[in-house]
């Protein structure tokens, strides 16, 4: 069902998203508020400051960096092998269809933002996959959108 241009599942995702997001702030901030010399007082540091100060990538990039790693490890796998074959074959019932669906989604979506319009052909050669990758991660390609 389209509400607004989004369907429900692209909501949720979204949804979950910025929960993570919201976590992983949250646990960054426990470090503790800094002193601002200018104001002369403490302040609690913004999401940007947070991530500007670590450098690392965050947990939403790691999730989208690792499910790409492992989608690009089960295409190279022969086809009689199980990952492969639970990838591909759809589910007996209405549940496990929607939930490969999802994730096929999701590693279209990621592969797509990661390495645009020929990102499939570079699955096959191990060494442009890995270029690609590393260069998500470094250029922080599969960070989360802002609103």
């Known amino acids: 069902m ?28 426990i470090v503790g508020p800094v002193y601002d010399n200018k104001k002369e007082n403490w302040r609690v540091l913004t999401n940007k400051e947070i991530y500007a100060r670590i450098r690392k990538p965050t947990i939403i990039e790691i999730i989208r960096l690792n499910r790409l790693c492992w989608f690009g490890h089960v295409q190279r796998m022969e086809e ?19 939930t490969k669906n999802r994730w096929q989604d999701e590693v279209r979506e990621d592969g797509r933002i990661a390495g645009g319009e020929g990102w499939q052909e570079k699955v096959y050669n191990r060494e442009e996959w890995k270029k690609l990758l590393r260069t998500a991660r470094n250029h922080h390609i599969l960070h989360m959108l802002k609103e």
């Open 80 to 98: 009689n092998r199980i990952p492969k074959r639970v990838l591909y074959e759809f589910g007996n019932n209405k549940f496990e269809r929607q």
């Open 2 to 29: 389209q509400v607004k241009g989004k369907s429900q599942r692209e909501r949720e995702r979204e949804r979950e998203r910025k929960q993570l997001n919201v976590f992983e702030t949250k646990a960054y901030r």
